[in-house]
């Protein structure tokens, strides 16, 4: 009897890893569409951040116009009738493009940090390179890999304070 109970224990066990294999491939396949998804919300979120800040580059550009014009037309009009242009328009202009922006503000900051990130990543591997170059000396060797260690350390540090 133990050999048939071994042999149905066996075959149960098989399933169960064949269901659990199974259960590993749909998951996979979830992260794989999940990391996809991901993927094309962070593009979109970019290109809304580099949208915004056209936007408030453009809308100071434009200020800086009216003003511009405002105040020739006041110093051509003032003498002939009096009717001049008062800055209540620019003024409001210019506080609909300072509107605190929080989110734009942090993807920018986020987006700055995981540049400064990668740069120092490259900057390691540069410093990784020279101090295996054939002829390095043993000091310059020590001073690239320390130099390294601290582009990697920091390079941690950042992506850290992204999460």
């Known amino acids: 009897m133990s050999t048939q109970n071994d042999i149905q224990r066996i075959a149960h066990l098989g399933k169960l890893v064949d269901d659990a294999g199974k259960t590993l491939a749909f998951l996979q396949s979830r ?32 200020l800086k116009e009216a003003s511009y014009v405002y105040s020739h037309y006041n110093r051509m009009v003032e003498h002939l009738d009096g009717e001049i242009i008062d800055g209540q328009t620019l003024h409001e202009l210019q506080e609909v493009i300072e509107l605190e ?63």
Do not use: F, H
């Open 101 to 163: 922006t929080p989110v734009t503000d942090a993807a920018i900051a986020d987006i700055r940090a995981e540049a400064k990130s990668e740069a120092l990543d490259e900057m390691a591997k540069t410093y990784r390179d020279l101090a295996n170059e054939d002829g390095c000396s043993c000091n310059m060797k020590s001073s690239y890999n320390l130099t390294a260690e601290r582009a990697e350390n920091y390079a941690a540090y950042i992506r850290r304070q992204l999460r």
């Open 31 to 62: 992260v794989d569409t999940l990391t996809a998804e991901r993927d094309q919300l962070i593009e979109k979120n970019n290109k809304l951040v580099a949208e915004n800040v056209a936007l408030k580059a453009k809308g100071r550009e434009v």
